[in-house]
């Protein structure tokens, strides 16, 4: 019976298939011109920023599905983003580890503490959550510093990775050349993207949403709410994570400034510009903002940029440039219509 | 069905249960509990469905002590309940609603939920889009999915007239007959409940003042002095 009205619901099956291989095709048509068109139209310099802001994407991406989903902020995305890359970094220059081994180790690492700080945090409420995550950046991003850790993390000078080895067969030195590094990258986010896009229409997602809009009716439905909050913030963590890794794959370096305040913010803005309704938005927001803060930087107006950012995004365009646009397209398709 | 066994919830120093007593059988009883202000009557729903924790008591349900159990077992085991204040999913289609939590229960019934609550006509809408009496029907289908075996209602008229009021309680009380379930009201309206419930309970001041017939409560003594006047 639930079948049946299911489908009345949706219309026919085959509407929704079609549309599915529709974004199908379209993520792999991306997927390979976007790794390789613009290796041959940009330079290096274009290409870095663009890795940067792709890089910063992903992180916007794992702020913003929390934020959408569960209707959690979370303030200390640096702290999985530069943790990783000081444990990846330090399994490969401290422990001897091979490229591949030390990502799986210091994956696995962020994993359990993503579990184990979740576990803890889930549960309270949204401005608790808030807090908590920005308490445990913090004391993450100071723990680096200690004097009696600066043989492993170099302080505040933070850490040169020696690269040495291969991942896949390809030699991790090679992803210091921008056009490399900008195909892994891309292939890294719009993946991610996709995961994300199915995440958010799968169970899980429609669950998260229903928790986030009245946590008690799903208690009283039979729901555990625990359980699928936590699992969301392993997984945007884990893609957190990721990002760090590549950041220390393209730069060689890692530094404190890589788990600061100021990433995670940049991350958020980054989400409130694209949108946080969807994969694509934040992506794009990550690049807009990396192309927007070297210009704004080079006259030294970043912070400027930044507030200006948040103040236009949250009272002008609370959809973002996504959402925004998607917005005046519907509006124009019905006027059309209506003429 | 249910046992409750000196049953007492405390807020702080107040206290808004004190030592209730309180017995419902199955199979197609419709239990009202009704009262004055702050006789206790939703503190009561809350202790049964494991919102609020007792302060000392217990709560039996086909047998078993459960008043340590969770919320989301006692769901799992057969209590549903609706809610005085309307807790539905306002951003979701009446239909992503009930789906979800069907999915969830293993109910795969749920046209019967839609057709007893006549909610066919609103499925595609947004909840928070629809007018307030379907809502309060949508609270109530939520609470019927999974086929529940003890259904708690609070207020589910509040909002309503008098004639809704008294058609929702006639869908209740013919669903609670066809599936030989039982279920417990809370509610102000007492001509809905006299109508339609075949056991009363009252509370006053967090204390059990009486349970019987609807026509054994009518002419209780202590219930006209205390709730019902001379106006019953």
């Not at chain 1, 390789?36 to 802001?53: H, K, N």
């Not at chain 1, 690492?109 to 184990?116: S, T």
């Not at chain 1, 890589?258 to 694209?274: D, F, I, Y």
């Not at chain 2, 302060?55 to 799992?76: A, F, K, L, M, Q």
Request: hydrophobic share 50%; aromatic share 6%.
């Amino acid at each position: 019976m639930t079948g049946d009205l299911q489908r009345t619901a949706t219309g026919a099956p085959g509407g929704q298939l079609s549309r599915i291989s529709l974004v199908l095709s379209g993520g792999a048509i991306a997927l390979v011109a976007g790794a390789l068109v613009p290796t041959y139209l940009a330079g290096d310099f274009v290409l870095r920023l663009g890795s940067e802001g792709l890089l910063l994407g992903m992180l916007a991406l794992s702020v913003a599905f929390m934020m959408n989903q569960a209707g959690l902020v979370a303030l200390g995305a640096a702290s999985i983003y530069g943790g990783a890359g000081y444990l990846f970094a330090i399994g490969m220059s401290d422990g001897g580890l091979t490229p591949a081994v030390a990502l799986c180790v210091g994956f696995l690492v962020i994993v359990a503490y993503a579990a184990v700080l979740g576990a803890l945090i889930v549960r309270t409420n949204p401005l608790a959550f808030m807090m908590l995550t920005l308490a445990a950046g913090e004391m993450i991003s100071h723990a680096v510093l200690l004097e009696g850790l600066r043989d492993y993390t170099g302080g505040a000078d933070g850490l040169v990775v020696r690269m040495n080895g291969s991942i896949l067969g390809i030699d991790v030195a090679e992803f210091a050349d921008p056009a490399r590094f900008w195909s892994l990258a891309w292939i890294v986010t719009v993946l991610v993207g996709l995961a994300f896009w199915s995440l958010g229409r799968s169970r899980l997602g429609a669950i998260l949403r229903a928790v986030r809009e009245n946590e008690e009716r799903m208690r009283f439905s039979g729901f555990n709410t625990f359980v699928p909050r936590l699992v969301a913030y392993v997984l945007v963590n884990a893609v957190a994570a990721i990002a760090g890794f590549l950041h220390v794959l393209n730069a060689g370096f890692v530094s404190p400034e890589s788990l600061g305040l100021s990433v995670s913010t940049n991350a958020l803005v980054a989400a409130l510009m694209g949108g946080i309704a969807g994969s694509l938005g934040p992506i794009l927001g990550g690049l807009i903002f990396s192309f927007a803060q070297d210009e704004f930087g080079a006259r030294g107006l970043t912070q400027l940029l930044t507030g200006v950012a948040i103040v236009l995004f949250i009272v002008v365009f609370p959809r973002g440039v996504v959402g925004g646009v998607s917005s005046a397209l519907r509006r124009f398709g019905s006027r059309r219509e209506m003429s | 069905m249910l046992k409750i066994e000196k049953l007492s919830v405390s807020y702080g120093s107040l206290r808004a249960l004190t030592g209730v007593d309180l017995e419902v059988g199955g199979d197609g009883v419709f239990h009202g509990v009704i009262g004055p202000n702050g006789a206790g009557k939703s503190t009561l729903l809350d202790a049964i469905c494991g919102r609020r924790r007792p302060t000392s008591g217990i709560v039996r349900y086909r047998d078993e002590d459960i008043t340590r159990r969770s919320v989301t077992w006692r769901r799992r085991h057969g209590m549903a309940r609706s809610f005085q204040r309307t807790s539905i999913f306002q951003d979701l289609t009446i239909r992503e609603q009930l789906e979800l939590v069907a999915q969830h229960l293993g109910d795969d019934r749920l046209d019967d939920v839609v057709e007893v609550m006549d909610l066919g006509a609103y499925l595609n809408q947004r909840a928070g889009r629809i007018a307030y009496g379907v809502q309060r029907r949508v609270d109530v289908a939520l609470a019927l999915i999974g086929r529940p075996r003890l259904l708690l209602m609070d207020e589910p008229g509040a909002g309503l007239s008098a004639a809704e009021t008294l058609r929702l309680f006639q869908h209740v009380r013919d669903l609670v007959r066809e599936r030989g379930i039982a279920a417990i009201v809370v509610e102000h309206d007492v001509d809905a409940v006299f109508a339609c419930c075949s056991t009363v309970t009252v509370l006053d001041l967090g204390r059990h003042l009486a349970t019987g017939t609807p026509e054994a409560i009518r002419a209780d003594h202590r219930v006209i002095a205390a709730y019902l006047g001379t106006a019953a």
